[in-house]
C-alpha cells in the first residue's frame, strides 16, 4: 500500500486552497455558494465513473502508487480527491477568469 498519488493529491488541493485564499477566487469569495457547486461537480462526476465503471467503460487501474483502497468496485479512494481537485481548479480558474475580464471591462 502506497500514498504517493494520494499524498500529490493532497499537496495539490493545498494548494487549489492557497490560490483561493489569497485571490478570494471561490470558498474565499462566496463559502456557500462553493461549497453546493464543489458537491454538485463531484456528484456529477462521481456518478459518472460509476455509470462508465457499470457499463464496462471505466477500470481501475493497478500501480503501486496507489493505496489500493476502494470506495466501491473499479473506484479507487484516490478517485475521490482527484474529482474534488478538477472541480476546484475547474472553480478557481473561472473565478480568476471572471476576475480578470471584469478588470478589463472596467478599464
Not at 492557497?18 to 463559502?31: E, G, I, K, S, Y
Not at 472553480?91 to 480578470?100: D, L
Request: charged share 20%; aromatic share 14%; hydrophobic share 60%.
Amino acid at each position: 500500500m502506497s500514498f504517493v498519488y494520494l499524498g500529490a493529491l493532497l499537496i495539490a488541493l493545498v494548494g487549489m486552497v492557497a490560490l483561493d485564499r489569497r485571490f478570494r477566487l471561490f470558498f474565499w469569495r462566496d463559502a456557500r455558494r462553493a461549497a453546493i457547486v464543489l458537491v454538485a461537480g463531484i456528484v456529477f462526476f462521481a456518478a459518472w465513473d460509476l455509470a462508465g465503471v457499470g457499463l464496462g467503460i471505466f477500470f481501475r487501474g493497478e500501480t503501486s502508487f496507489m493505496t489500493g483502497l476502494q470506495v466501491a468496485r473499479e473506484v479507487p479512494l484516490e478517485e475521490l480527491f482527484f474529482l474534488t481537485l478538477l472541480c476546484y481548479l475547474t472553480m478557481n480558474a473561472f473565478g480568476a477568469a471572471s476576475r480578470i475580464l471584469d478588470s478589463r471591462r472596467a478599464a
